[in-house]
């Protein structure tokens, strides 16, 4: 069996195809509207302002999430910026430019369609958040400021401090709030949801765990996105939230949804190093920082002088050295690999040798430290409180973390999965990056997807369903599925081992982190494959939870997340495997230039992975859809 | 780095929201001061877990200080003792060797404690059900620069909207008021062009809705003190000055 990977791009020059998709879409007419139901899974920045959207429009809307409010989802640590090409600063920005800086800092491994459709909605973006008094950077004039952030030679990115995510999410919130308020929206908060319910071949609801009492129930819709964000989690350490998980994607994956580039994850080149083996998560340090700071180590890799003592000639700016055009704004992963090699080769800096410098006294000495500061300020003192040290004197430590997921469910042109009626958005799904995702594009696609994109594309489907009911949940599949969930929770409480979730998740972590993070190779991967059944095997014989299924329990939580992490690296793995190429932030180091870059083959491997669950982990089908570019030219991405 | 020895937990246990609570000591023999304070609870429930015993409950999400999930009185402090710090980014470092510690959960009239350290905040979401927003539908709005604000306004929204919504001014109130949570919110708003059109309507509906759960403000000053965002409570003043103004300039009450 294989699945059918319809794109469903629609004709026409590039540039005019979302334009002729809106004009020629099917609609659903304001009275009927009111006659769809709509569940939204996840209050990030996709989630609530799809849910809010929605709500707007007259659909009735179920919105969930696991936190106990909508607005704690991780959209809110984003700190450095979003982008958008509205050319404020005149420096030659246009929607073909962002388009073309994402094709081509995602290695050429994503869908032209979405991306230029992305880059066109971006604009709109920016004027839906400040007319919701998102209050970004300014000039002394009022207009708005903009930086810039890694692969892009423009100043397009806008800015709320260092808190841009939080900004934007409580923008979307308030938004959300508001539908609620008005009972456009049914809330459901700490809920958790376990399971995707397919009747017909369409999706019809969702099953879902009330973390607060254990209590499973059905709930049915005509049509279900997920918003669940990404994975990055699976390496146990990480600079998601602790409560980041796969489960919402996996589940459906398991229901049949494909899912695609499971191996395209991203390693965030500035993030505090580890200071501890107890450590729970790493903090990023956001990459707007590298518009001011320079990065280095010292030459010699037994230096023993402190950062300050070292004179100019005994550092190596390395960016700066290797990549002279971009510098310390080269890509996220060109940043990150370069910064592994000079860890590996013994160069690295601090107590355990395990970062390099991110150093402001040059920007700091010409543009004084009250400009650092007010630039910088909220992300210098974060690092003073982790780390201990002070920034405005001793450069920062950084070392690459694993942080956002290019990965995820396959969605079509509408943001539709394999699974009919069931939609995915933001960084569940795979769509907009490629292998590689550009600084300040993340909350760019998220609310993307959920205030200009899904709006329009989930009437068509919704359309051919018109004066049909809402599925019943006394059907007997919901039953069923209900019941496989209940069963799978107490089967965690009842198997009575020794080991916590957190144990077997800081195994699984250690395992994907060596064999697939930054570097990857077959031999590695291959055993990667055989340790993480093993693994799992033992997982399922001897974890332990404590406490009680009928009120909340965090480790129970954690078990289910645990458990579908670890389908989801075999996965990974296997994904990495398959793909004898390396791109973006997949990078095979048998598959490289001379002077150690990543080396794409085009010829064989233009093409999306899509995975389709079989039942045996271990024994995926691979489906293919091939990439088609009619505006842009394969290029090697080069930085020099 | 270095460590820390022979410290001891006072934990806070209550199994419902009905249930009659305890503290619980725990003794903690070392502990790096590398360690945040969220990993040495991780550290403890791994340990309770070995011993079969049910894990502490406690919110937490982000560890950045950004996602207001977590809570904690520490010591009595909400937060802990290092100002302007959410309770996940607070290391051991600020403790020494041999201290006691005392950790319970957010105590306030209007944030029922869920179980242990966990407590229930929905009450914030329904304020800003009620007014929190700039009623902007998606896709009418113009162009973002048509608008300019002077960045000194700017900025001092951006002061406001850096409230994380953690509950601990709350916490911290003698009064269990949220005057702080509440003005915050309204100084984003009511502060920027764009929040103009709404802005009595706002502050009437909700201060209303937040008497309806909180206690009343009376000018403690504890909630700043306790802020991981370090918010003035300057806002308060304003929010007051506001919500009187809105009972001349609402149509509503005009009407009555």
């Known amino acids: 069996m294989s699945i059918d990977l319809d794109s469903k791009i629609p004709d026409g020059p590039l540039a005019d195809k979302w334009q002729n998709y809106i004009a020629n879409q099917k609609l659903v007419n304001p009275a009927n509207k009111r006659k769809f139901k709509i569940i939204v899974v996840g209050t990030g920045l996709a989630g609530a302002s799809a849910a809010a959207t929605f709500g707007e429009l007259g659909y009735q809307v179920e919105a969930f999430t696991f936190h106990d409010s909508p607005r704690r989802a991780h959209s809110i640590a984003a700190q450095g910026g979003i982008n958008a090409a509205k050319n404020y600063q005149g420096d030659g920005d246009s929607v073909h430019r962002l388009f073309y800086d994402t094709v081509k800092g995602g290695d050429f491994r994503a869908r032209e369609a979405n991306v230029h459709r992305l880059a066109e909605v971006s604009v709109d973006i920016i004027d839906q958040m400040v007319a919701q008094g998102v209050p970004f950077a300014r000039e002394y004039g009022g207009l708005l400021d903009n930086r810039s952030f890694g692969g892009a030679q423009v100043s397009r990115t806008f800015y709320a401090r260092g808190q841009t995510g939080q900004q934007l999410l409580i923008g979307a919130y308030q938004q959300l709030a508001r539908q609620i308020g008005l009972g456009n929206v049914k809330l459901w908060n700490r809920m958790e949801m376990v399971d995707v319910v397919n009747i017909e071949g369409r999706c019809a609801g969702i099953v879902t765990r009330d973390l607060m009492t254990g209590e499973f129930s059905s709930h049915s819709a005509h049509a279900v996105v997920l918003a669940t964000g990404g994975y990055g989690n699976v390496f146990y350490l990480s600079t998601n939230a602790m409560a980041c998980n796969v489960t919402g994607a996996w589940r459906a994956h398991r229901r049949g949804a494909a899912f695609a580039n499971p191996c395209y994850t991203q390693i965030h080149p500035t993030c505090i190093p580890q200071a501890d083996d107890f450590q729970s998560k790493l903090t990023l340090m956001s990459e707007s920082l590298r518009n001011d700071g320079r990065i280095w180590v010292p030459k010699n890799p037994d230096e023993t002088r402190s950062a300050d003592q070292i004179p100019e000639e005994d550092r190596d700016y390395y960016l700066e050295r290797i990549y002279p055009s971009f510098g310390n704004l080269a890509p996220r992963d060109v940043s990150s690999r370069a910064a592994k090699r000079l860890v590996d080769a013994g160069q690295g800096v601090g107590p355990l040798k395990n970062g390099v410098y991110l150093d402001f006294a040059d920007a700091i000495g010409r543009l004084g430290k009250d400009v650092i500061e007010e630039r910088y300020g909220n992300l210098f003192e974060m690092y003073e409180r982790i780390a201990g040290e002070n920034p405005y004197v001793m450069p920062m430590r950084i070392y690459p973390a694993s942080h956002y997921t290019m990965g995820g469910l396959w969605v079509d042109y509408e943001l539709q999965t394999t699974i009919p009626g069931l939609f995915c958005a933001g960084e569940a799904n795979f769509s907009d990056h490629g292998a590689n995702r550009l600084g300040a594009s993340a909350l760019m696609q998220g609310l993307s997807d959920g205030y200009f994109v899904l709006p329009y594309t989930i009437a068509p489907y919704l359309s051919d369903l018109l004066n049909k009911p809402v599925p019943d949940t006394s059907h007997p599949e919901f039953a069923k599925i209900q019941q496989e969930a209940t069963d799978r929770f107490k089967q965690y409480m009842s198997i009575g081992g020794t080991k916590t979730p957190d144990h077997f998740h800081r195994e699984l972590g250690q395992i994907i982190w060596d064999y697939c993070g930054m570097d990857r190779n077959a031999n590695g991967l291959e055993k990667a494959l055989s340790e993480i059944p093993a693994l799992h095997e033992e997982f399922k014989k001897d974890l332990r939870v404590t406490g009680s299924d009928t009120s909340i329990n965090q480790t129970l939580e954690k078990a289910g997340r645990v458990d579908d992490f670890f389908e989801l690296g075999i996965l990974m793995c296997k994904d990495a495997l398959n793909r004898e190429e390396s791109c973006g932030g997949h990078f095979r180091s048998e598959h490289q230039t001379d002077d150690g870059e990543a080396l794409r083959n085009d010829d064989d491997f233009a093409y999306v992975s899509a995975w389709e669950w079989t039942g045996d982990p271990s024994n995926p089908i691979e489906n293919k859809e091939q990439l088609e570019y009619e505006v842009v030219k394969f290029a090697t991405r080069s930085y020099k | ?256």
């Open chain 2, 1 to 256: 780095m270095t460590t820390l020895t022979n410290l001891t937990l006072k934990i806070w246990r209550q199994d419902g929201p009905e249930a009659q609570g305890r503290f619980e000591s725990h003794q903690i023999p070392e502990i790096s001061d590398e360690a945040s304070f969220l990993e040495l609870l991780d550290i403890l429930n791994e340990r309770l877990i070995g011993e079969g015993k049910e894990a502490i409950v406690f919110d937490h999400d982000c560890r950045e200080g950004i996602c207001g999930t977590c809570s904690l009185m520490i010591d009595g402090v909400a937060h802990g003792p290092q100002r302007g710090t959410a309770t996940c980014q607070i290391h051991m470092r600020v403790f020494h060797s041999g201290d006691e510690i005392v950790v319970e959960p957010w105590r306030a009239a209007a944030f029922p404690i869920v179980k242990d350290l966990m407590v229930d905040r929905s009450a914030f979401d329904r304020i800003i059900e009620v007014g929190g927003y700039i009623t902007a539908p998606t896709g009418g709005a113009p162009d973002a620069n048509l608008i300019p604000i002077p960045k000194p306004v700017s900025d001092a929204a951006m002061d406001a909207a850096a409230c994380i919504g953690c509950g601990a001014c709350v916490a911290a109130c003698p009064n269990g008021a949220a005057s702080l949570f509440t003005s915050a919110k309204l100084a984003h708003l009511n502060l920027l062009p764009q929040g103009q059109a709404e802005r009595y309507k706002r502050a009437e509906a909700m201060v209303e809705k937040m008497d309806e759960y909180f206690g009343s403000c009376t000018n403690h000053g504890e909630c700043q003190a306790a802020c991981p965002k370090e918010i003035s409570i300057d806002n308060i003043a304003t929010m007051n000055v506001d919500y009187l103004k809105s009972k001349f300039k609402n149509r509503r009450s005009l009407a009555r």
